[in-house]
Nanobody, 116 residues
């Protein structure tokens, strides 16, 4: 069983920074892609950023230039550095990992709240 555990969420004022981390444990397969999604109240879950094993990175347009994703393949960890946070970034942030087949794994989520 694979477990993804997020950390680093919290409350921050607009313009501030937070760093989210996610670590995988258990019977870890070889992950192709690791990344972050978020879900705000009343909205669908959306991609924030992901990074595949070839180093290709996708960012949501709303976070480009403010968020940076990084990954340590050897330790099965992925991090999200979030700068210049805005109130609209407030959401539950989920760690996501996908293997080379069809399996997708999710963390429990960590809350990020940005006050204006």
């Amino acid at each position: 069983q694979v477990r993804l555990v997020e950390s680093g969420g919290g409350l921050v004022q607009a313009g501030g920074s937070l760093r989210l981390s996610c670590a995988a444990s258990g019977s870890i397969p070889s992950f192709n892609t690791m990344g972050w999604y978020r879900q705000a109240p009343g909205k669908q879950r959306e991609l924030v950023a992901d990074l595949n094993s070839s180093g290709r990175i996708n960012y949501a347009d709303a976070v480009k230039g403010r968020f940076t994703i990084s990954r340590d393949n050897g330790r099965y960890t992925v991090a999200l550095q979030m700068n210049n946070l805005k109130p609209e970034d407030t959401a539950l942030y989920y760690c996501n990992a996908r293997d080379w087949g069809t399996r997708t794994y999710w963390g429990q989520g960590t809350q990020v709240t940005v006050s204006s």
